[in-house]
């Protein structure tokens, strides 16, 4: 626990490819800039070469083991952490290790750590492989989706009905449309090496792409909505830069998913917005965007919000978003000292964690 | 008299002329030096200063023919120019505004 007057809050995800950032260090950022005085950031992540163990928005940073070493071992490491640090706060940012944290949190919270995270049962309901499911649950247009555990499935899918181009999903990350059999083979022993089967087929929705994130109360409503509409994308498909907006029936959406849901987290919801403007459900991550700072950018810090709401703080009434304004995303180079690196290899800590323990 | 276009591509299905969707003009944000941004969509697209006249004229008018008035009393414009621009700068606007 902090001293009277200070906040440390622990945030994942502090992974940060240009191609396809982590939105742990957005999540900081946001923090960092919400005025609070007295916040610590205490960065975790899994790979000594992610940026944001080193960047400043952090006042300390740590290794994590990766998800495939169980939850026990990220128990012990989450706990040896808190004896270190005494954070007050956890927000993962990651998918993969949201189903252990959920598994963990009342451990955590015996020890002081607040969470607000969805339950096992509402993260599983928004897994891909659900999807479709919980769209008809909630009225929502879902494009058919179906899971392909050989590459063969490419080469006979037109006489099942499935025509090219189509979209090749992971189960967990990345997404790549295809536009025949040997590209469907590629994209298939790609996604599958790096995050396993089953592979995901979905048909292709023709439109543009809109992304929402917001936070759900656990009770089906969703607080401080903010839309983005993507204006340029990486080579993975993610945004590169892009546009708040505001559609009523895009809010009708994902306010219909959040009710079947009672969603309680952060949460982002992608959308295809078709060629008539109806809407079709693309995912829904259980955490915020990469590109969370724009709700900073439109008046509607969202981890800032989270923050209050986990302290138990009145945060008033939020004012509507800032049409029209717009993210652009560019690369930075952190300089790292090797005494901060050779420490993250080692101890699994940045150098600044021993300063500050010091200076403390 | 605005004559119907030969290409249709300011007309709807039955090839009727039309405006854009007066709904759909109503919701954008337009700057004086002639910026549009549709907030539903996230679209935007720039106006010249002729363009930026003539969106104005359409905001106020429901028909292509009191537009034509408008345009014909307001600019030393013949005839037959002001009617093909006024069909082009119809079938620009509806192709880029999506409902």
Not at chain 1, 123 to 146: F, G, I
Request: with cysteine; aromatic share 8%.
């Amino acid at each position: 626990m902090s001293p009277r007057g200070k906040l440390t809050v622990a945030i994942t995800g502090m992974n940060a490819r240009a191609d396809n950032p982590g939105p742990g260090l957005a999540v900081a950022r946001c923090l960092r800039e919400s005025g609070r005085s007295g916040l610590k950031i205490v960065g975790l992540s899994y790979d000594a070469l992610d940026p944001g163990l080193y960047h400043p928005f952090c006042d300390s940073t740590y290794l994590l083991p990766y998800p495939s070493a169980g939850q026990e071992a990220l128990r012990d490491r989450l706990l040896w952490i808190h004896e270190q640090e005494g954070f007050d706060v956890l927000i993962p940012c990651l998918d993969a290790e949201l189903s252990s944290m959920v598994a963990l949190e009342e451990e955590l919270a015996k020890v002081g750590i607040r969470t607000f995270l969805p339950t096992e049962h509402q993260l599983q309901m928004r897994d891909k492989s659900r999807l479709s499911e919980l769209a008809a649950t909630a009225h929502v247009p879902y494009p058919e989706t179906r899971p392909v555990t050989h590459a063969g499935f490419f080469y006979t899918c037109a006489q099942q009905g499935w025509g090219y181009p189509l979209v090749v999903k992971g189960p967990f990350y990345d997404a790549q449309i295809v536009r025949d059999p040997d590209d469907a083979a590629h994209a298939f022993r790609r996604i599958s090496a790096a995050w396993g089967l089953p592979i995901l087929v979905q048909r292709l929705i023709r439109g543009e792409e809109y992304n929402l994130t917001a936070i759900g109360d656990g009770e089906g409503h969703l607080i401080g909505t903010v839309m983005m509409k993507k204006r340029a994308l990486t080579d993975k498909g993610k945004a590169w830069a892009g546009i708040c907006v505001f559609d009523q029936a895009l809010q009708d959406t994902a306010d219909a998913l959040a009710k079947a849901l009672r969603w309680r987290g952060p949460l982002e919801v992608e959308v295809m917005r078709d060629l008539s403007g109806r809407y079709h459900l693309i995912e829904i991550n259980p955490r915020f965007p990469a590109w969370v700072y724009l709700s900073a950018g439109v008046g509607r810090n969202l981890p800032a919000l989270l923050l209050a709401r986990l302290m138990g703080e009145d945060y008033g009434a939020l004012p509507g978003p800032s049409l029209g304004t717009m993210f652009i995303r560019y690369a930075e180079e952190v300089i790292v000292p090797m005494e901060e690196f050779q420490n993250m290899m080692i101890l699994g800590a940045s150098a600044r964690t021993e300063e500050n323990r010091r200076d403390a | 008299m605005i004559d119907r276009p030969a290409s249709g591509n300011a007309g709807d299905a039955n090839g009727d002329l039309r405006l854009p969707d007066p709904a759909l003009m109503a919701r954008l944000a337009v700057s004086d030096n002639g910026f549009v941004f549709d907030p539903v969509s996230g679209n935007s697209f720039t106006l010249n200063a002729a363009g930026l006249a003539l969106f104005r004229i359409f905001l106020h008018h429901r028909k292509l023919d009191d537009v034509f008035a408008e345009v014909t009393a307001s600019f030393e414009v013949k005839p037959h120019e002001a009617e093909r621009d006024i069909l082009e700068f119809a079938a620009q606007l509806c192709a880029n505004l999506k409902p």
